[in-house]
């Protein structure tokens, strides 16, 4: 693949406010099982693939059930994850529903209140 001219590879980090540090840790990894990210040898968050998701304290705003931009995670199959979160305790914001005949897409609060989406492919 031709580099992009500009440098740009990929996205590395996508940063949450938060509002509880250890709270929203014991959701990102107990709860939600991400395994722990590291930047050099400092704990920077949580991966997602290659992407690290970083939880900033008191940063630019308040957490919100409308982050933009929106983050939506890809799963194996959109109902079971739905499944699986509710019975970890998670709140379901979004029932999944398939949009356009083509995805599953449901979303979730986190324990600070931030929304994130979900779907996969039909």
Not at 16 to 29: G, I
Not at 102 to 117: A, R
């Amino acid at each position: 693949m031709k580099p992009h001219p500009l440098g740009f590879q990929r996205v590395k980090v996508i940063a949450l406010s938060v509002t509880d540090l250890d709270r929203a840790n014991e959701f990102y990894s107990q709860t939600l099982s991400l395994p722990l990210a590291y930047l050099g040898d400092q704990h920077a968050g949580y991966h997602l693939d290659q992407v690290i998701l970083m939880l900033k304290v008191g940063w630019y705003a308040p957490p919100t059930a409308m982050p933009n931009p929106r983050i939506t995670l890809e799963v194996d199959h959109a109902p079971d994850t739905e499944t699986a979160l509710l019975e970890r305790g998670v709140t379901i914001a979004d029932p999944v529903e398939l949009t356009d005949d083509q995805c599953l897409v449901g979303s979730f609060l986190d324990s600070e209140g931030n929304k994130l989406w979900f779907c996969s492919e039909v």
